[in-house]
C-alpha cells in the first residue's frame, strides 16, 4: 500500500491549521480589565477600582509597594490601601499581589488588621500573593537603608524603600517569597549576605540580624496560607469559567520607570507592559484599559511640571482638592490639566476609555485653563521630550475655558452638569481622541457619573 501527498492536501492541511490558529487566538480565554494612571499619580484610581470591583472576581495588583497610596470611601467609611489590592473591599472577589509587586511584610499586616478595624473583615481568606513577589530588602531592613544618611528623622516614616527593593531585585541579590517559605536555613544565610553587602555600603547601619530573622519567619508562617503560584493561578483564571478580572495599577505614566520624567520617577513599570510582566499574563488577554485624569494636574516632590500653578489658583485646588499624599503626607503641587502628559500616556497605553476625576474642585473658577501644547523656541513640539531639561524650558499653549461658577458635587447623571462643564468635558474628551466613561465630583463611589 503506498500513500500519496498531494498539493490539494498540503493546502487543505494549511487552511485546516489556519482556522484552529485563528480560533486559539480568538479564544485566548478571559479578557481583563485595567486600570491606569494617566498623569503623575494621585488621580482617583481607587475609586475607579472601587466602582469595577464590585462585579469584579478577581483583583489584581501588578506593580508598585507600599508606596502607592490609594483611599475608597465607601458607607461613609474611608478605607487607606497601600499594598492590598482596592478590591479587597468586595467579600465576593478574590485579591491577588502579582509577582511584579515588591511586598513590605510589617506593612501588609499592619495595614490589614488598621483596615479589619474599620470593618474590612476577613481580608486574609480573599488574599492571594505570588510566590514569586519579591520581598526585597526585608522588614525594616529596605526602609533603614533607604532613609540611611538621606532623610531627616522627621521624614523616615513617610518612606517606603521601594527603590532599593527593586535595586535589590535588578542586581539578583532579592528574596522572594518562595524563598521564604522554602528552606529557611537558606533564606537566612542569604538575607545575611544581604545584610552585610549594605552594611560595606553604609558602615554605620546596624541591624539585629536574628531579631530580624525570627520576625520574619513569624511572618511567613502568618503569610503561607495565601501564597500560591501567581502564574498558574491567573493562567487558570484566564482560561477556565468566565471571569471578571481587574487589574489596578499603582503610580502612573509619567512616573513609569521607562516613560516617565527620568529620573523622578518610580522604580517598576507603570504602564500596560506592567500588567504582562507583573502578573504573567500574555497581551493577548488585556481588554479595557481605562486611563484616570484628574480635571487639573498634580504631582508630588520635584521634577518639571509645565502646567504648575504657583500662584493663587494652585493654592486653591491644593485646598479645594484635598492634595496631601495619602502615603506621603507631603502636599501636592497643582496646576492646569495638562492633556500633553495625557496624550503621551494614551500613547503608551493605548486607552479604551478615561476616567475624569475630582471635576468638582473647579466648581469656584471665573476661568479655567487647558494645557494643550509645548513650544520650544517659539514652535510647537508634537512629541512629550525625553531630556528633563528641555521639558523644564517649554512654554505651555493654552485653551481657555469659562468657568460654569455651580456645585456639581451633587450631579449623578450627565444631564445634571452645568453646559460650561459639559463642553470642558467634551473638549477632553475630542482633544485626546478617547471617550470619557467616567465624570467623578466627589470621594465616595456613587459621585462617579457613568457616560455610558
Known sequence: MSLSWSAKDHKN?????????????????????????????????????????????????CQGGNNAGHTVVVDGKEYDFHLLPSGIINPKSISLIGNG??????????????NDKKGLKGWDKRLIVSDRAHIGMVCVLYTLICLFSFHTTST?????GIGPAYSSKASRTGLRVCDLLGDFKDFST???????????MYPSLTVDVEDQLKKLKDYGERLRPMVRDGVYYMYE?????????????????????????????????????????????????I???????KAYTTRVGIGAFPTEQLNAVGELLQTRGHEVGVTTGRKRRCGWLDLVIVRYAHMINGFTAIALTKLDILDVLDEIKVGVAYKLNGKRIPHFPANMDVLHKVEVEYETF???????????????????????????ENHIGVPIKWVGVGKSRECMIQMF
Open 13 to 61: 492541511t494549511n487552511q485546516a491549521a489556519a482556522a484552529g490558529l485563528k480560533r486559539s487566538r480568538n479564544d485566548a480565554g478571559n479578557k481583563v480589565t485595567v486600570v491606569l494612571g494617566a498623569q503623575w499619580g494621585d488621580e482617583g484610581k481607587g475609586k475607579v477600582v472601587d466602582l469595577l470591583a464590585t462585579e469584579a472576581d478577581v483583583v489584581c495588583r
Open 237 to 285: 483564571a484566564l482560561h477556565g469559567p468566565p471571569k471578571k478580572i481587574l487589574v489596578e495599577g499603582a503610580n502612573a505614566a509619567l512616573l513609569d520607570i521607562d516613560f516617565g520624567t527620568y529620573p523622578f520617577v518610580t522604580s517598576s513599570n507603570c504602564t500596560v507592559g506592567g500588567v504582562c510582566t507583573g502578573l504573567g499574563i500574555p497581551p493577548l488577554n
Open 101 to 114: 509587586v515588591v511586598i513590605h511584610l510589617p506593612g501588609l499586616f499592619e495595614e490589614g488588621d488598621k
Open 190 to 200: 542569604r538575607f545575611k549576605n544581604l545584610v552585610h553587602q549594605y552594611q560595606s
Open 402 to 428: 469659562p468657568g460654569w461658577k455651580t456645585d456639581t458635587s451633587a450631579a449623578r447623571k450627565w444631564n445634571d452638569l452645568p453646559a460650561k462643564a459639559q463642553n470642558y468635558i467634551r473638549f477632553i
Open 156 to 160: 523616615r516614616r513617610k518612606k517606603k
Open 287 to 293: 481588554g479595557e484599559v481605562f486611563g484616570v485624569a
